[in-house]
């Protein structure tokens, strides 16, 4: 599985997303830009300049139209996928830390920052899916977050809830037209931030990645816990495989928090688990630094790391990954080719 | 006897695993069949395998004529 590595940005990465074909890799970094790859070839295709501040977020919409930013210079921006345009600015009191488009790309939601003076809140904006439309000021919904922050967001299935991951390790879920708080989970270690949280193809259920070490599957329907991956690194970044029962987690401690050696150089690994079983099954070096964001193609091809190392690493799946399967998935056969 | 207890750990595992893929297995069909059931309830475009059950049900319903 020999990577392409994406050298474009000037500092650490801070999310990957891929369209919905999987041919376009978008990855946002401290450096206050956004690059746009071919997956195929890690050719650049484009940037999106126009941030004052360190991106923190970004998410393409799935007609591949819209792509939206949240950055700490406290905006949220759309852009013109196609012409690198920015069609929109939306002005707020702090940092976006997590922007997402739900499963149409007619609701985009945003996280904020919470600061002295401002409590971190989740933000709707309805969407019109169309470059010449003009976007709405107005906000759809506002959820304040009174108890802990929001560090992440993402929407379920039908649009129905947003999940939110906190900083004190809860998970809740929030009714997404009314937003009142349905229900609260302490699904991570008390006060061990939530980092990631990516929702399976269908929405309902999704992966969480936390300080504490652990990546965790819940429902969205009843935050009930299904699996469990435990590591000995504190995890940002966690995704799930398409057409492979597996899921690929990054992390890794920080530089200020290890022992410099130089045998730990280029040690920085993805580690895949088995979904289901909860087993690990494999990891991949290469970073130099903690893997601050993992994505993997919506198609299942491949997947894409960012560092703090300022690198993106594409990687797409061989044989030995395809022709992964433990006896009791073999017996199975085609009932267990969607898992 | 070691190979004895080591096949019958193995073969603990492997029941396990068995068990672990059929509760998932069973879990995602239910999960599937709520998601349809409510994008029905919504009047949404119900996935390929229900619109041939629909279509079923209409010729069905034709013979019935």
Same mark, same amino acid.
Request: hydrophobic share 35%.
């Given at each position: 599985m020999r990577p392409i590595l994406l050298q474009g940005h000037e500092r650490s990465l801070t999310q990957i997303k891929y369209t919905k074909d999987g041919d376009i890799l978008f990855s946002c970094a401290k450096d206050q830009i956004i690059c746009a790859w071919f997956s195929a070839n890690g050719e650049r295709l484009g940037t999106y300049h126009g941030h004052q501040g360190a991106l923190w977020s970004i998410d393409v919409d799935p007609s591949t139209? =819209?792509?939206?930013? *949240? !950055? !700490?210079?406290?905006?949220?921006? =759309?852009?013109?996928?196609?012409?690198g345009k920015c069609i929109k600015v939306w002005d707020f009191n702090t940092a976006v830390k997590r922007v997402e488009f739900n499963e149409d790309g007619t609701k985009l939601l945003a996280v904020t920052e919470k600061r002295m003076g401002f409590l971190g809140t989740i933000v709707v904006f309805d969407i019109v899916p169309d470059v010449d439309a003009e976007q709405t000021n107005e906000r759809a919904l506002?959820?304040?977050?009174?108890?802990?922050? $929001?560090?992440? $967001?993402?929407?379920?299935?039908?649009?129905?809830?947003?999940? !939110?991951?906190?900083?004190? /390790?809860?998970?809740?879920?929030y009714d997404a037209k009314t937003g009142e708080l349905l229900d609260n989970f302490q699904a991570h270690e008390v006060d061990m931030e939530i980092k990631d949280i990516q929702m399976s193809p269908d929405r309902t259920y999704?992966?969480? !990645?936390?300080?504490?070490?652990?990546?965790?599957?819940?429902?969205?329907?009843?935050?009930?816990?299904?699996?469990?991956?435990?590591?000995?690194?504190? =995890?940002?970044?966690?995704?799930?495989?398409?057409?492979?029962?597996?899921?690929?987690?990054? /992390?890794?401690? $920080?530089?200020?928090?290890?022992?410099?050696?130089?045998?730990?150089?280029?040690?920085?690994? $993805?580690?895949f688990y088995h979904?289901?079983?909860?087993?690990?099954? *494999?990891?991949?070096?290469?970073?130099?630094?903690?893997?601050?964001?993992?994505?993997?193609?919506?198609? *299942?091809?491949?997947?894409?790391?960012?560092?703090?190392?300022?690198?993106?690493?594409?990687?797409?799946f061989e044989g030995a990954y395809w022709g992964f399967q433990y006896e009791v998935e073999r017996e199975k056969g085609e009932e267990s080719a969607d898992l | 006897q070691d190979r004895i207890e080591e096949d019958k750990e193995k073969g603990a595992i492997v029941d396990e695993r068995r068990r672990l893929l059929s509760e998932w297995m069973a879990y995602l069909q239910r999960e599937r069949e709520e998601v349809r059931e409510e994008r029905r309830e919504l009047g949404l475009d119900v996935d390929e395998e229900d619109k041939a059950r629909a279509e079923e049900v209409e010729k069905d319903g034709k013979v019935v004529e």
């Open positions: 139209t =819209l792509l939206a930013s *949240g !950055a !700490a210079d406290n905006t949220v921006r =759309l852009w013109d996928v196609r012409t506002t959820i304040t977050c009174d108890e802990s922050k $929001a560090t992440v $967001a993402a929407w379920s299935y039908l649009s129905k809830y947003i999940i !939110a991951g906190h900083e004190d /390790g809860s998970v809740s879920q999704f992966i969480t !990645a936390s300080k504490d070490k652990f990546a965790k599957l819940l429902s969205a329907r009843d935050l009930s816990p299904l699996k469990q991956y435990a590591t000995e690194t504190s =995890l940002n970044s966690a995704a799930l495989t398409p057409k492979k029962p597996f899921v690929v987690l990054g /992390g890794g401690q $920080a530089a200020m928090d290890v022992t410099k050696t130089s045998s730990r150089q280029g040690k920085f690994e $993805a580690r979904k289901i079983f909860e087993d690990e099954i *494999g990891r991949v070096k290469g970073h130099f630094g903690p893997l601050n964001t993992v994505a993997v193609d919506p198609l *299942g091809r491949g997947y894409a790391s960012g560092g703090e190392d300022g690198y993106v690493r594409v990687h797409h | -």
